[in-house]
Each structure stands twice: as C-alpha cells, then as structure tokens.
C-alpha cells in the first residue's frame, strides 16, 4: 500500500523558518511530481510547489521564500523561511504515482502537518 508521510510541521515565530520533510513508501513503478499543498482554516486548498522530475514549480505567492528539492525519488523537501502569519495552515504532501502493469497516475496525499506562525 502505498503511504505518504510527512514531519517537520511546528510553531514557529514569525520571520523563522522551517522545514517539512515527505517520503513515500510502499511498491510503485514510478513518481512523476511530488509536492506540496496548504490549507488554512476556512480556506481552500491550494498549492505551494511542486517538483516534477525535470523542474520545480512555485505557488507565487511563496516563490521567494521557498525552495522545494528532491532528493530521490522517494523524498520531497520543502523549506520555508521569513515566515508569516498567513503561512499558517495545515501542509499537505501530495504525489502523482504509478502502480506496477498500469500506465496511469494517480494523485496521492499525506495526513497533513500542522504549521502555525505567530506574530
């Protein structure tokens, strides 16, 4: 069964930084694009950025504090930094995977880890 799963989520002060950290696991054939979504409370869910395997791709509005990696291709990393308190949501790792004898993507999401920043 394929699972992802995220950490790094804290509190933090404003103008810190932080890191969050997502790794698959389980069998699949292949990644495409692994990334990263927020959600604030009472809000939408939206994007943040996302990595595909030849190029990164940033929401705008956090492209200056923001850089996502990936290291392997289980793994995606996202660092935050002069955080703000509109940065406060729950981060939500997200991945576009394929299975064995399919060639098919399908979207899959983490729990959720919680950021707040306070001012």
């Known amino acids: 069964q394929v699972q992802l799963v995220e950490s790094g989520g804290a509190s933090v002060q404003a103008g810190g930084s932080l890191s969050l950290s997502c790794v698959a696991s389980g069998s699949f054939a292949n990644i495409a694009a692994m990334g990263w979504y927020r959600q604030a409370p009472g809000k939408e869910r939206e994007l943040v950025a996302m990595?595909?395997?030849?190029?990164p791709k940033y929401e705008a509005l956090v492209k200056s504090r923001c850089t996502i990696t990936r290291n392997d291709k289980k793994t995606v990393n996202l660092q935050l930094k002069r955080l703000i308190p509109k940065d406060t949501a729950v981060y939500y790792c997200n991945a576009q995977i394929r299975g064995w004898a399919t060639c098919h993507y399908i979207d899959y999401w983490g729990q959720g880890t919680q950021v707040t920043v306070s001012s």
């Open positions: 990595v595909t395997e030849s190029r």
